[in-house]
């Protein structure tokens, strides 16, 4: 793979990292529920809370995302690292599964407001989404390790 392709997703990452960031700073203002709260306020109120710190497994994939791509630049990808880095991606998913499934049941069944139809809606879709993301890597993690093992046997037989 060219360092071009590589560079070119390394700063996709960073966009979307930085988007994210500006996203989790901005949207806590606009959104309804602290209509009348001061700053400080708004971003003391426990579901906001809840959303940046559901927000660290994100973070934490993509962070995994890029360190794999320089693993492929270091021409490593197919060494334990870049299996670990899978793994460390795949369980970062399921962590982000987890919390939006957990916010979703708060919303459904204790949130007394609206309809809770739309939220809902959104947090199935972002968990079908983060679910790919887990599967892919999963199968990308298992595919790897089986080239590791082959590489390592080819190495001590040589």
């Given at each position: 793979m060219k360092k071009g392709s590589t560079l070119f997703l390394k700063v996709v990452i960073i966009f979307i990292a930085i988007g994210a960031l500006i996203w989790l700073l901005w949207f806590p203002q606009t959104e309804g529920r602290a209509a009348h709260l001061d700053l400080l306020g708004i971003y003391t109120d426990p579901f906001i809370i809840y959303g940046y710190i559901a927000s660290i497994p994100f973070f934490v994939g993509l962070y995994q995302a890029f360190k794999l791509l320089h693993l492929i630049d270091a021409n490593k990808a197919f060494s334990q690292g870049a299996v670990n880095t899978l793994k460390n991606m795949k369980l970062a998913s399921l962590i982000l599964i987890g919390f939006i499934a957990l916010a979703e049941f708060y919303i459904r069944f204790f949130a007394h407001g609206d309809d809770?139809?739309?939220?809902?809606?959104?947090?199935?879709?972002?968990?079908?989404?983060?679910?790919i993301i887990a599967t892919a890597a999963a199968v990308f993690q298992k595919l790897l390790q089986n080239v590791v093992d082959i590489k390592s046997e080819n190495d001590l037989t040589v």
């Open positions: 809770p139809a739309g939220p809902t809606a959104l947090g199935i879709i972002a968990v079908f989404a983060v679910a």
